[in-house]
T-cell receptor, first 113, second 112 residues
Framework: AQSVTQPDIHITVSEGASLELRCNYSYGATPYLFWYVQSPGQGLQLLLKYFSGDTLVQGIKGFEAEFKRSQSSFNLRKPSVHWSDAAEYFC???????????FGTGTQLKVEL | DGGITQSPKYLFRKEGQNVTLSCEQNLNHDAMYWYRQDPGQGLRLIYYSQIVNDFQKGDIAEGYSVSREKKESFPLTVTSAQKNPTAFYLC???????????FGPGTRLLVL
């Protein structure tokens, strides 16, 4: 069965600092990987996705993520965080061609001004 | 504007009552999904539908029911058998099964 681990429940960074959110997955074949962001009381917005090809993927709002098969990781990065990036971030893995997305438990990002 | 709408934004349920959450999409997507979100637990799949008149149980289907009579609509009923219904419910759709899922704004269900 597929699974996703986001080891950091809460992260606090200063505005302008760099950010890395960790995501580790368990899946037998090549996974489909996603990062979503959720503001309080809102739905989820897709930041970026990896299906195949280049392992460094660019997303919206200046985010990027790198797929590392050897480490079963898909970490999200941003070089300079803005106060508006404060939200909860979810990593998800899909079975590719199947229906099931499995989500991590999320990382709550706080940005200090 | 294309998108996914969920209504109502807040819903209150009395003991023993069934309530229905609405989900509508005008993206012409074939597949639709319902998730439940609880604090600290991420999202868990309740039901999904790949095409009209077909749906499958997800990981936590007990106490819930769905229908898919139209491509654009996938309502979720929370029945009285669901003993702990208080949660944030999210609907999603994708062009077809296995493709990227896009989410609605959610409905928060509270028990009186």
């Amino acid at each position: 069965a597929q699974s996703v681990t986001q080891p950091d429940i809460h992260i606090t960074v200063s505005e302008g600092a760099s950010l890395e959110l960790r995501c580790n997955y368990s899946y037998g074949a090549t996974p489909y990987l996603f990062w979503y962001v959720q503001s309080p009381g809102q739905g989820l917005q897709l930041l970026l996705k990896y299906f195949s090809g280049d392992t460094l993927v660019q997303g919206i709002k200046g985010f990027e993520a790198e797929f590392k098969r050897s480490q079963s990781s898909f970490n999200l990065r941003k070089p300079s965080v803005h106060w508006s990036d404060a939200a909860e971030y979810f990593c998800a893995v899909g079975a590719g061609g199947g229906n099931k997305l499995t989500f991590g438990t999320g990382t709550q990002l706080k940005v200090e001004l | 504007d294309g998108g996914i709408t969920q209504s109502p934004k807040y819903l209150f349920r009395k003991e023993g009552q069934n309530v229905t959450l609405s989900c509508e999409q005008n993206l012409n997507h074939d597949a639709m999904y319902w998730y439940r979100q609880d604090p600290g637990q991420g999202l868990r799949l309740i039901y999904y539908s790949q095409i009209v008149n077909d749906f499958q149980k997800g990981d936590i289907a007990e106490g819930y029911s769905v229908s898919r009579e139209k491509k654009e609509s996938f309502p979720l009923t929370v029945t009285s058998a669901q003993k702990n219904p208080t949660a944030f419910y999210l609907c999603a759709s994708s062009p077809f099964a296995g493709e990227t899922q896009y989410f609605g704004p959610g409905t928060r269900l509270l028990v009186l």
